[in-house]
């Protein structure tokens, strides 16, 4: 019987190959994974909304897209303010007036249309604490 020299190198490489092939597509699939799953993320949680009140004025953007939407009201002002918002689909409240200096979050959720942005403290709102805020459809979704 003859033997083959070669054949003990051949299946080593073989086997390193094989092994090659599997592990390519492991790491690859975990890259993908791992970048996948950071997506969806930042579609859902859009940054809050920051509006600003004072004596006698808010100030917020003119303009917001439909959706899940965060406020939130920092009172920079040196009386106490509140924040409401009515519109197609809501009409919310701060849950509590927010003091001189102090923070507040309201959630709602917006639809396409136009909105009444205004604080309900006292005459606020005919001393020029009001405004109005257009809501956009949500583009591509
Ligand atoms: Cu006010």
């Known amino acids: 019987m003859r033997r083959e020299p070669m054949k003990q190198t051949d299946d080593l490489s073989k086997t390193w190959r094989y092994a090659f092939c599997l592990l390519v597509p492991i790491l690859l699939f975990g890259l993908t994974a791992a970048i996948g799953s950071e997506e969806p993320q930042g579609e859902k949680a859009a940054a809050p909304v920051e509006v600003r009140l004072s004596e006698y ?61 205004y604080c309900p403290v006292g005459s606020h709102e005919l001393k020029g604490m009001t405004r109005k805020l257009l809501v956009t459809a949500k583009q591509g979704g």
């Open 57 to 117: 004025a808010i100030e917020m953007p003119q303009t917001l897209v439909a959706g899940p939407t965060t406020f939130l009201v920092r009172n920079e002002g040196k009386k106490i303010h509140s924040f409401k918002i009515q519109g197609p689909g809501v009409d919310e409240l701060l849950a509590k007036p927010v003091p001189p200096q102090a923070n507040g979050t309201l959630q709602v959720t917006l639809q396409p249309g136009e909105y009444k942005v």
